[in-house]
Every structure is written in C-alpha cells, then in structure tokens.
C-alpha cells in the first residue's frame, strides 16, 4: 500500500465511508479484450464497490459474456462500447481504445489482462490518466520460443513498464510475471498483490441442482465437475482420458460421469474426442450457467485439471459450498489449496488424476469439505478484496483531480 494510499485512510479514519468525491463520481474507463473468467472477478469486484462513488464506461467485444457482465452490473452507472470480436481487427481496437483514452476524461483506466493492458499503456501514460491493469494470466516459455513469441515478448517488455500499477490476482501470477517479463524487474513496486475473491453468499446458500434427476442418472453414478472454457490450458483432455481409466476399473464403488457445464472455445472438437473413444454415455455436456452455485452443489467433486492458472476461482467456489475438489498443482492455483481438504495432482497426467478421483470415491471427503466450507468462506471472501481496490482506485483518481485542478488553477 504506498504512502498516498494510507494518507486517504488516515484522512478518513481507516475507512472510504466518508469520501466523496468532488466533481460527481470517479470515471473509470474498462476495457476488456476476452472475458471468461474475467467477467466473474468484474461481477464480484465491481459490485461491491461503493456505488455512488464510481461510475463505468466498458470497452469490449460484443458477446454474449459482456451480454451477461451488464446483466450483472445493473444498478450500477454503467456505459458500454463495443469494440470488434475478431482478434484480425487488433489494429482497429487499439486505435479506438487510444481514442477514447485520449478524447475521454476519465479518472482512472483498469483494464484486464494482458492484450488490453497493452491497448491502454502508452495512451494512459500520454494523457498522465492512472491506469491499474489486472493480471488474470500466466506465461508459458513456449509462448515466447517462435519469432512470434519473440516479438510478442519483446512488444509486452516495451509496453508494460509505462502501465502505473499491475495487480496480479495472485502471488504465483506476480512470480511469473517477473520471470518472463525482465524489463519489470526493475520496477518491482509496480507490481501489487491483491488475491481474488468470490462473493461467498452465493455459495452458501441451500440451492442444489439436481443433475442426476434432470439428466436421467441412476442413483449409483459420482458426479465430477469441469466448469472450465473447453481450451487447453484447461486440461479437459487428461480429465477425458481419466474418465478412460477409470472405466475400466472393476472395483469403483458407482459409475464414474463427468459433467462439463460450459460452451464455446472447443467444445464441438472435445465432443468429438469424447464420441471417439466411446464415452458418451460418460461425459454430459450442459450449457453455459451464469450463477454456478446450485451446479456445483449438486456434483460429487469438481475437477480442475488445468495446465496453468493465474488464480482459480473454481476451487474456491467448490471449498466455499462444501464440495471436494481436485486441482492440478501449478503455481496460481497452488497457495489457494494449500492448508485445505483440496486433493492436489501433477498436471498432464491423467493417471494421478484418475487415481485422486478413484480415491475420492473410495473414501469420500465430503464431510470434511463441508466442516471446511466456513474457514473457506473467511479466506475467500471477494469484499476483502474489493475494498483494497476501491482504497487504490480513490486514491489514484483523487490524485488525477488533484492533478487537473492544479494545472486549471495555474
């Protein structure tokens, strides 16, 4: 937290209740490049902040996830802009986004992820508009081995130190971060930690989903849960070929299923995968749920095999409801298990996968995921979250007035 910072909550007693911004509420313009994932920490963060005190323009392609995302943000005071869907049309959404920084007067840019964080930098800095960019990713060093990628890192080195502060949703996600991108080294104090949040109440709510009932499942199946975008970071391959090994074990107390609640990115390839080897009957895929609560409830265990993670969200919403889990041991998603009932795998390899889903159905740790759903509650509540990013947006906006208002007087 850097001095300004404190300087606004001493001000204010320890707490923003009594600022209030001069001029009307703080402008904040959002751009966003993909959503997924993304659209969940808007939805939590932005709707726990004080809703007099800011107001939103949104820079976004025009899907069904914004679709969604303004759904979520009713009741606050947002603007949308649609920016093009193609990613060919790269060149055109930067040079709107630089308009709009530039033409707009806006207290504060956040944008998300690295593509739009990239789009915003150098025209934030121009316009010396404070501008925070969440890390929602990770780097792979195959993504930077191709002359492709060399350039890409080299465009990401030259472009991310003019960004004022970089908040990474995790400490894994910092730690890769100044990995592959050197010229951030330098300028470590940039880079702030802030863990993700969910909105806990969702999930502790009694709403259960019965799967089995509206799928037509006999009593005596075990649900496990995929609910990630059907991309290979995500792992659905090796959660597949698990489900193949544990077919052809005689000694499983139920019928192994897997529930993958999700559309878009690969899903007609992964359907097609799951055709091949057989495994219809096996693999029930379900459409796309806004709120996933009662889904999550009504699984066995949920299953995130990922390949990489700057933060999952799904195992908290899994701990928070009571429900076990299983997560691939990357860093991201590492430290949000650790200390918990969570069971843990290499990633890739769909045997341990297999053998920590057999041994959740041989010895099922449902009771001690409910006795944790509480302590996971306290530690992933979003409105811890929020308010040290409502504390840091107030703090840079207010210096961005301070700023014009002392350029206005000389």
Same mark, same amino acid.
């Given at each position: 937290?850097?001095?300004?910072?404190?300087?606004?909550?001493?001000?204010?007693?320890?707490?923003?209740?009594?600022?209030?911004?001069?001029?009307?509420?703080?402008?904040?313009?959002?751009?966003?490049?993909?959503?997924?994932?993304?659209?969940?920490?808007?939805?939590?963060?932005?709707?726990?902040?004080?809703?007099?005190?800011?107001?939103?323009?949104?820079?976004?392609?025009?899907?069904?996830?914004?679709?969604?995302?303004?759904?979520?943000?009713?009741?606050?005071?947002?603007?949308?802009?649609?920016?093009?869907?193609? =990613?060919?049309?790269?060149? &055109?959404?930067?040079?709107?986004?630089?308009? !709009?920084?530039? %033409?707009?007067?806006? *207290?504060? /840019?956040?944008?998300?992820?690295?593509?739009?964080?990239?789009?915003?930098?150098?025209?934030?800095?121009?316009?010396?508009?404070?501008?925070?960019?969440?890390?929602?990713?990770?780097?792979?060093?195959?993504?930077?081995?191709?002359?492709?990628?060399?350039?890409?890192?080299?465009?990401?080195?030259?472009?991310?130190?003019?960004?004022?502060?970089?908040?990474?949703?995790?400490?894994?996600?910092?730690?890769?971060?100044?990995?592959?991108?050197?010229?951030?080294? =330098?300028?470590?104090?940039? &880079?702030?930690?802030?863990?993700?949040?969910? !909105?806990?109440? %969702?999930?502790?709510? *009694?709403? /259960?989903?019965?799967?089995?009932?509206?799928?037509?499942?006999?009593?005596?199946?075990?649900?496990?849960?995929?609910?990630?975008?059907?991309?290979?970071?995500?792992?659905?391959?090796?959660?597949?070929?698990?489900?193949?090994?544990?077919?052809?074990?005689?000694?499983?107390?139920?019928?192994?299923?897997?529930?993958?609640?999700?559309?878009?990115?690969?899903?007609?390839?992964?359907?097609?995968?799951?055709?091949?080897?057989?495994?219809?009957?096996?693999?029930?895929?379900?459409?796309?749920?806004?709120?996933?609560?009662?889904?999550?409830?009504?699984?066995?265990?949920?299953?995130?095999?990922?390949?990489?993670?700057?933060?999952?969200?799904?195992?908290?919403?899994?701990?928070?409801?009571?429900?076990?889990?299983?997560?691939?041991?990357?860093?991201?998603?590492?430290?949000?298990?650790?200390?918990?009932?969570?069971?843990?795998?290499?990633?890739?390899?769909?045997?341990?996968?297999?053998?920590?889903?057999?041994?959740?159905?041989?010895?099922?740790?449902?009771?001690?995921?409910?006795?944790?759903?509480?302590?996971?509650?306290?530690?992933?509540?979003?409105?811890?979250?929020?308010?040290?990013?409502?504390?840091?947006?107030?703090?840079?906006?207010?210096?961005?007035?301070?700023?014009?208002?002392?350029?206005?007087?000389?």
């Amino acid at each position: 937290m850097g001095e300004g910072h404190r300087r606004i909550l001493s001000e204010c007693g320890g707490s923003l209740n009594h600022v209030r911004p001069s001029g009307g509420p703080y402008r904040i313009l959002v751009v966003l490049r993909w959503l997924g994932g993304i659209r969940t920490f808007c939805r939590y963060v932005y709707g726990k902040f004080d809703r007099e005190r800011f107001e939103y323009t949104l820079m976004a392609p025009d899907t069904e996830d914004i679709r969604y995302l303004l759904e979520d943000l009713q009741g606050l005071k947002v603007r949308f802009l649609p920016v093009p869907c193609d =990613p060919s049309f790269a060149q &055109l959404s930067y040079r709107m986004v630089a308009w !709009e920084i530039c %033409r707009g007067k806006y *207290d504060l /840019v956040h944008s998300h992820g690295f593509t739009a964080g990239t789009f915003c930098a150098v025209p934030s800095k121009l316009r010396r508009i404070p501008h925070v960019m969440t890390n929602h990713d990770v780097f792979s060093e195959a993504q930077f081995q191709n002359g492709k990628g060399i350039l890409r890192k080299l465009f990401l080195e030259a472009n991310l130190p003019a960004i004022r502060v970089i908040h990474n949703v995790s400490f894994g996600a910092k730690e890769n971060l100044l990995r592959h991108i050197r010229t951030l080294r =330098p300028l470590e104090k940039k &880079l702030i930690v802030i863990p993700n949040g969910i !909105e806990v109440e %969702r999930f502790q709510e *009694d709403k /259960v989903r019965n799967l089995r009932g509206e799928l037509g499942l006999p009593r005596n199946t075990f649900l496990i849960g995929f609910l990630g975008r059907f991309m290979s970071q995500k792992g659905f391959r090796y959660l597949v070929g698990a489900l193949e090994i544990l077919r052809k074990d005689t000694g499983l107390p139920a019928i192994p299923v897997v529930i993958a609640v999700n559309d878009g990115g690969f899903v007609r390839e992964e359907k097609e995968s799951v055709r091949s080897r057989g495994l219809e009957e096996q693999v029930r895929f379900l459409p796309f749920v806004p709120d996933p609560a009662a889904t999550i409830k009504g699984l066995d265990v949920v299953a995130m095999p990922s390949l990489w993670e700057a933060c999952g969200l799904l195992s908290m919403e899994a701990m928070v409801s009571g429900i076990p889990f299983i997560g691939s041991d990357v860093e991201g998603l590492r430290e949000f298990l650790e200390n918990t009932p969570a069971r843990s795998v290499a990633p890739a390899d769909e045997v341990a996968l297999a053998h920590a889903i057999r041994a959740e159905m041989l010895q099922p740790s449902k009771q001690m995921a409910q006795d944790f759903s509480l302590e996971a509650a306290r530690r992933f509540d979003v409105r811890k979250q929020a308010r040290e990013l409502e504390r840091l947006f107030t703090e840079l906006a207010e210096e961005r007035r301070s700023c014009n208002r002392g350029f206005t007087q000389s």
